[in-house]
T-cell receptor
Framework: GAVVSQHPSRVICKSGTSVKIECRSLDFQATTMFWYRQFPKQSLMLMAT?????????EQGVEKDKFLINHASLTLSTLTVTSAHPEDSSFYIC????????????FGPGTRLTVT | AQRVTQPEKLLSVFKGAPVELKCNYS??????LFWYVQYSRQRLQLLLR??SRESIKGFTADLNKGETSFHLKKPFAQEEDSAMYYCALTGQGAQKLVFGQGTRLTINP
């Protein structure tokens, strides 16, 4: 089946620094990837939709200058949290769709970000 | 606007008992509905989708357009069914999924 990986699985950084999270589709080409944020005991909140070769589409209320998304290839999307603050601490999950017209998304294992 | 409602945050049943996780949706067009499951310390994975009309791990879900519901059912719960379950919706031509708040299902021995 389709596999999505994320790296790193967890990261701790100091306030004011930037952190990059990678999302890769391992055995398929993902024209579209999604980035979610999940707070403890809550549902997934979509942050942005990332299409290969074009700018990401951010959901309302998500700061695009703070959460930089790059989808440079059909197998890789990155999320960079710039000037991180403790309130950015969360679980970040990516997902990918394998082809146009297929609504199914394959999820990565998530990245736990802790900002101290 | 698209919306998915899972009224139960927590659901606890005994092993062997029937289980039903409720999901209601709001969407003006023809939706595509999914159930995703997240077992402890594992990633979110697709359980089933309404267009497949199949039973996975004994679970079934029928789309009821009149009641705008997509409830997940299993006649005999097993301990390994304990997990977090999310109902999700996407619209025609839409890319993104809209998730419900999730229901934590606990199967007691």
């Amino acid at each position: 089946g389709a596999v999505v990986s994320q790296h790193p699985s967890r990261v701790i950084c100091k306030s004011g620094t930037s952190v990059k999270i990678e999302c890769r589709s391992l055995d398929f080409q993902a024209t579209t990837m999604f980035w979610y944020r999940q707070f403890p005991k809550q549902s997934l909140m979509l942050m942005a939709t990332s299409n290969e070769g074009s700018k990401a589409t951010y959901e309302q209320g998500v700061e695009k200058d703070k959460f930089l998304i790059n989808h440079a290839s059909l197998t890789l999307s990155t999320l960079t949290v710039t000037s991180a603050h403790p309130e950015d601490s969360s679980f970040y999950i990516c997902s990918a769709r394998d082809r146009q017209g297929s609504a199914e998304q394959y999820f990565g294992p998530g990245t736990r970000l802790t900002v101290t | 606007a698209q919306r998915v409602t899972q009224p139960e945050k927590l659901l606890s049943v005994f092993k062997g008992a029937p289980v039903e996780l409720k999901c209601n949706y709001s969407y003006s067009g023809s939706p595509e509905l999914f159930w995703y499951v997240q077992y402890s310390r594992q990633r979110l994975q697709l359980l089933l989708r309404h267009i497949s009309r199949e039973s996975i791990k004994g679970f079934t879900a029928d789309l009821n357009k009149g009641e705008t519901s997509f409830h997940l059912k299993k006649p005999f719960a097993q301990e390994e069914d304990s997990a977090m379950y999310y109902c999700a919706l996407t619209g025609q031509g839409a890319q993104k999924l809209v998730f419900g708040q999730g229901t934590r299902l606990t199967i007691n021995p």
